[in-house]
């Protein structure tokens, strides 16, 4: 199963953005989400988690207070609104879900089981 994630793009620096993921929660039995992203040569970077069911979030360091990420329960969707884009926020932006029970921050990679294909956001000076 492969999530689908949109709202990649090129913008300008200090601009802002809005990423989306269509998660089917129930179907496949999903307790969080996350964003992710990789620049190239650079390993897979946590970026932000929220759990499905409180909403409880936990933020990178390096994004928080710029990114917020949400869920849609009605919609079955996950965002991630970014702002004060900077060009080190340049990569590719995955989205993901996990089935691990709700004991974590969600911050590894390894937490998670299912992926999307990623969206290239490009932030130019």
Known sequence: V????????????????????????????????????????????????????????????SVKGRFTITRDNAESTMYLQMGSLKPEDTAVYYCAASRVPDTYYYSSAALYDYWGQGTQVTVSS
């Open 2 to 61: 492969q999530l689908q994630a949109s709202g990649g793009g090129s913008v300008q620096v200090g601009d802002s953005l809005r990423l989306s993921c269509v998660v089917p929660v129930r179907a496949l039995s999903v307790t969080a989400v996350g964003w992710f992203r990789q620049a190239p040569g650079k390993e897979r970077e946590f970026l932000a988690s929220i759990l499905w069911n409180s909403g409880r979030t936990y933020y990178a360091s």
